[in-house]
């Protein structure tokens, strides 16, 4: 989660490179594979940032908490 942003930017900058030359190399479902990937990453870090919110349990009271862990 934390510090993750910049990296999965450049990941998804050189995945996406790929699957462009790919395309214009004539694979067809290149840019499907590609967006299935992504969507698939997308759900990865949903999944991850739901366990990783529903550890706190410090300040069950508080607005911020409460909407992290009924997400």
Known sequence: LSGQGLYRALASALHV???IEARWAGSRDALQHYAADVRR???????????????????P??????????A
């Not at 366990?51 to 300040?59: G, I, K, T, V």
């Not at 009271?61 to 009924?70: A, G, I, M, T, V």
Request: proline letters at 0%; a positive charge; glycine letters at 0%.
């Open 17 to 19: 490179t790929k699957a």
């Open 61 to 70: 009271k508080s607005d911020f908490w409460r909407r992290r862990h009924h």
């Open 41 to 59: 990453s997308f759900l990865d870090y949903l999944r991850l940032r739901a366990a990783h919110y529903s550890r706190e349990q410090r300040w």
